[in-house]
């Protein structure tokens, strides 16, 4: 008797699956998990998520302990001591991801990859006869529902508060990473914090201050050991490894929808200097010196950075050095400035400078020899053109300084 996938759900779709098909298709189970996993990190990444190492392999685990479950079932039937032991094995897990402050996304992701995968296994790889199709595909996916559910009730039965306790102690861990009181004056240590908090203490940190694009509740989906707290005054991630592998792009996903600015990578005991320097950045971009496009990086922008940070003392220099300037009609002064910048970056190349500045090459000269005029000899010393094109270089950043 053949069935129609759109039959009425039957009450144990297992019964009419092949009992060998269990002990056939076991030894590829390693190999099956392996394809899951891959498509899981497909799947997550392109939730903007991304996932420890130590995460990784709770989900092969439990991809693995559910793929046998699966192969059980078809030998055995649901009658079995094997189906209490399953819903005990993913409530745990549940239990596991809330306890650790995390959602339920990555695991049902998987378990939704494994049924696709699954299906397509079993239909397509190794072919099932098509009498069973209806009841095969209504065993993967209501054992997908089954195990999905058992995790779900594991999640929910952790404390709501233990769940809120945990962010608690996670802010009060970021809040003490951030603090420039010197270790031991406080209450509590660091580490003791970060064991509280089920935070492993990495070697190195990041933080980033945070303000949302536009209106709305948008809230970043950071990877679970990314401290973050969007209810401080300044918003803030602290972000551990911030160069490790995948982490720079991970981020970036991540924060879509938000202005990110991002202080250098420092042992943690130094995080409050990555904050000052990330808030250093953060005023550069509102004055619109540097763009905000990204996740925009400390390391990235050093020159803009020491050009900008003391204006008073750059402007003092600018108007020293570029007094010359104020010899000519104020719409002459800009072309000049450029074409003097261009041509000390380019070593003193007319034609390169010309270029960069879409002008004629004889226009370059034209106005060298007018700078030469008007600097006199400095421009032939090396130290007074380095000085020069310093502050010509914070002239573009800052806007004219020498008047």
């Not at 269990?22 to 498509?39: H, I, Q, S």
């Not at 592998?245 to 200097?273: I, M, Q």
Request: glycine share 8%; proline share 7%.
């Amino acid at each position: 008797m053949t069935h129609s996938l759109w039959d009425t759900p039957r009450a144990d779709p297992f019964g009419e699956l092949p009992r060998e098909w269990g002990a056939r298709l076991r030894p590829l189970v390693t190999e099956f998990a392996d394809e899951v996993l891959n498509g899981v990190l497909r799947r997550v990444e392109h939730h903007l998520l991304s996932l420890a190492p130590e995460e990784i392999e709770v989900f092969r685990r439990a991809v693995t302990v559910a793929l046998h479950g699966f192969l059980d079932r078809v030998e055995h039937g649901t009658g079995t001591a094997h189906v209490d032991v399953l819903a005990a094995e993913f409530r745990s897990l549940g239990e596991q991801e809330a306890r650790h402050g995390r959602n339920l996304e990555c695991l049902h992701t998987g378990m939704r990859t494994a049924a696709t995968l699954g299906w397509r296994c079993l239909v397509i790889t190794n072919p099932a006869p098509e009498e069973i199709l209806g009841p095969l595909g209504e065993a993967i996916f209501a054992f997908q529902e089954e195990i999905s559910t058992a995790a779900a009730l594991g999640h929910s039965s952790v404390d709501g508060a233990g769940v809120d306790t945990l962010r608690r102690r996670r802010s009060r861990l970021l809040e003490a990473l951030l603090d420039r009181t010197p270790q031991g004056e406080g209450s509590c240590s660091v580490p003791v914090l970060a064991r509280a908090a089920r935070w492993r203490m990495p070697e190195h940190v990041a933080v980033a201050l945070l303000h949302r694009e536009g209106p709305g509740e948008t809230t970043p989906v950071l990877a679970p050991d990314v401290l973050v707290d969007l209810e401080r005054e300044e918003p803030c991630a602290l972000v551990p490894d911030p160069e490790g592998p995948g982490r720079p792009r991970a981020l970036e996903r991540s924060l879509r929808g938000f202005h990110a600015v991002l202080g250098p990578t420092v042992p943690w005991t130094e995080a409050p200097e990555s904050l000052a320097r990330a808030r250093d950045l953060a005023q550069s971009v509102r004055r619109g010196v540097i763009e905000a496009t990204g996740v925009v990086r400390w390391g990235d922008h050093l020159p803009a950075l020491l050009l900008t940070q003391d204006t008073a003392l750059v402007t003092a220099m600018a108007r020293s050095r570029l007094a010359p300037l104020t010899r000519l009609r104020e719409q002459q002064r800009e072309p000049m400035a450029e074409t003097l910048l261009a041509w000390l970056e380019t070593g003193l190349n007319a034609k390169k400078a010309a270029v960069r500045l879409r002008v004629h090459p004889q226009t370059v000269r034209y106005r060298i020899r007018r700078m030469e005029e008007l600097f006199g000899p400095c421009l032939r010393d090396p130290a007074r053109r380095f000085e020069l094109e310093l502050v010509l270089r914070a002239r573009r950043l800052l806007g004219p300084v020498e008047g």
